[in-house]
């Protein structure tokens, strides 16, 4: 009998994702061995960190963890807290964390649609190859990633890492006239976004579809943002103090971060298609119009089309950001008292890359003796792994280079973010 | 607007990597009067919009290529990339050397761009500098305010 013929791929450093790691594909006679993502950044240990700390630290705390969305950290903190503590906020502040959070979406997305993955799809090694060719294309990613920038200045006080945010609510809140004066970079952002739909649904797709649970924060009567209630299109639709009853995490020895499973030991995903297939109907009319026109459906189970699904969160964002300035008016306080209780808090959110759920317990004097982050990236881990396993069962006939690229590509389309995985990218591809 | 803009470029919580603000800091005490001062984190719009009109931009920021913590390399990106050695890829998708590369190709580089990498020596959470790169940005002051013409400003 022969020798199995093997086949390795490696790639030492995957770039353009958030964060390091690496990613190994073993080829046996041409099938599939092994898919592994390995991810070498040091845990962070934020956890542990927080044990000991005060209650209302958490939001600027784990805001640290992510510099691409430290929004989601804060926000999914705060809404453990406050419903551990019985906080009841404000019409105007919940607003205001909806538009600050709109400004976050549209930093991220916008940096993740035209930086970082469109490439791919036009064949440039990265941005400023493609920059080179298509100025005009990227200085629009960058006025909208701008767009998101200043959102972010006005409400959370800087663009990244927002100190503006509380438990309760705001430390300031901004006035209407503040707010007034982002419609405008917000009008032109909206057409910048409805522009990206029609220039990402023009790119070639392989046509694959993802086949796990989809998995998203659901609100009855508007896109899920900033709460709701953690939903799939399997038929779960439990609150999130409940997210501890139907996913658990298990820690692999490759990988500084946890892996995520159903209870029954399932893969899921969340993140843009899971929202999208689970609310679309739930969308602005606008953001609806120029999905349809594009031919974008509901449920989308195309990872690769994840950048058109994000170019229309992107209209979202800005329409989204425009309604909330216009019917906002300034709280009578920029947040509510907040008194801490002893018992178990729990909060979820949809950072620009799915679920983000915080569980925090606190002593009485609202000291935190135990919290758990559980970023998207590590409920995203298995579904990535499995949707490569596939790709690359396609693609084995690709030279190494060529089957790289669209291993790197796959990934992309998940927008890992490895520095909160880490809680990731090099990428190896084994032909043995 | 023909001005010189100092841009310190980092994270004040990630001790030497704030290297880059603390020289902008100092540098806004002593002639603020001169030059434009931005201190920010590595983030590309926020980065080119702070070049955005001025003549020259002098870029301080913390790197790590295993020369002597405190040294300080300086390095011409006016016409060309900088060294990938010491200015790797940020984890956060763009470093500083890809941010001017993007923006060069947008035609949106000032006239001369220089960049100051502090050697750091300690990353790790916290707000303070090693003792390093604590003279490393001492030294890098001086050598910003020769090339932006204020020496005789002490």
């Not at chain 1, 896109?223 to 709701?228: D, H, K, P, Q, T």
């Not at chain 1, 689970?278 to 119009?289: N, V």
Request: proline share 5%; glycine share 8%; aromatic share 6%.
């Amino acid at each position: 009998m022969s020798e199995p013929k093997r086949r390795t791929i490696k790639t030492d450093y995957l770039a353009r994702v958030e964060g390091e790691g690496a990613m190994s594909v073993r080829l046996v006679d041409g099938k599939v061995d092994e898919v592994e993502l390995r991810i070498f950044e040091p845990p962070r240990f934020f956890e542990a960190l927080l044990r000991g700390r005060s209650f209302l630290e958490a939001p600027d705390i784990t805001s640290r963890i992510c510099g691409i969305c430290p929004v989601a950290y804060q926000m999914s903190s705060i809404n453990a807290m406050e419903d551990l503590c019985g906080v009841e906020v404000s019409d105007p502040i919940r607003q205001l964390r909806r538009l600050l959070y709109c400004g976050e979406w549209i930093e991220s997305h916008a940096l993740h649609v035209y930086m970082l993955h469109a490439p791919d799809f036009l064949g440039y090694e990265g941005a400023v190859e493609m920059a080179r060719e298509h100025p005009d294309v990227v200085q629009r990613g960058l006025q909208l990633k701008k767009t998101g920038n200043e959102l972010m200045i006005v409400i959370g006080g800087r663009e990244i890492h927002p100190v503006n945010v509380r438990v309760g609510g705001f430390y300031r809140a901004p006035t209407r006239r503040e707010l007034q004066a982002l419609v405008e970079p917000l009008e032109r952002a909206r057409e910048a976004a409805v522009e990206t739909v029609r220039w990402t649904a023009g790119f070639d797709f392989p046509e694959r579809a993802v086949e796990c649970e989809l998995v998203a924060l659901s609100e009855p009567d508007t896109y899920a943002i900033e709460g709701g209630r953690v939903v799939s299109d399997q038929g779960l639709d439990a609150p999130v103090q409940k997210y501890g009853d139907h996913f658990y995490e298990e820690h692999v020895a490759r990988s500084n971060a946890l892996h995520s499973r159903r209870s029954d030991g399932s893969t899921y995903l969340c993140g843009p298609l899971a929202r999208y297939a689970l609310g679309a109907d739930r969308l602005s009319p606008l953001s609806r119009e120029v999905a349809a026109e594009v031919g974008l459906e509901a449920p989308c189970r195309d990872a690769f089309r994840s950048i058109v699904v994000r170019s229309v969160e992107l209209v979202y964002a800005c329409d989204e950001a425009l309604r909330l300035i216009d019917t906002y008016e300034e709280p009578d306080a920029p947040a509510a008292e907040v008194e801490p209780r002893a018992g178990v808090g729990h909060g979820a959110t949809e950072a620009p890359r799915g679920l983000l759920y915080h569980r925090y317990e606190l002593d009485s004097d609202g000291t935190i003796l135990d919290a758990k982050i559980v970023p998207p990236t590590s409920q995203n881990q298995l579904a990535i792994e499995e949707d490569l396993r596939q790709v690359v069962d396609r693609y084995h006939e690709l030279a190494d280079d060529e089957l790289k690229h669209v291993c790197e590509q796959a990934i992309r389309n998940y927008d890992p973010c490895i520095s909160c995985a880490t809680h990731f990218l090099d990428l190896e591809i084994v032909r043995g | 607007m023909s001005r010189t803009v100092v841009i310190g470029v980092g994270n004040a919580y990630r001790g030497d990597d704030g290297a880059g603000r603390e020289v902008a800091r100092l540098v806004q005490d002593r002639v603020s009067d001169e030059l434009d001062v931005v201190v920010c984190e590595l983030e590309p719009t926020r980065l080119i919009d702070a070049w955005d009109g001025a003549q020259a931009a002098l870029v301080v920021d913390a790197v790590a290529s295993g020369a002597e913590p405190g040294t300080v390399h300086r390095f011409d990106a006016t016409r060309e990339a900088l060294p990938s050695r010491e200015f790797r890829s940020s984890t956060h998708a763009l470093g500083i050397g890809e941010t001017i590369e993007l923006a060069r190709a947008l035609g949106r580089l000032p006239e001369q761009i220089v960049v100051f990498g502090i050697e750091g020596e300690v990353f790790g959470s916290g707000t303070d500098l090693s003792p390093g790169a604590q003279a490393g940005v001492e030294r890098a002051v001086e050598l910003v305010l020769e090339e932006a013409g204020c020496t005789s400003r002490r």
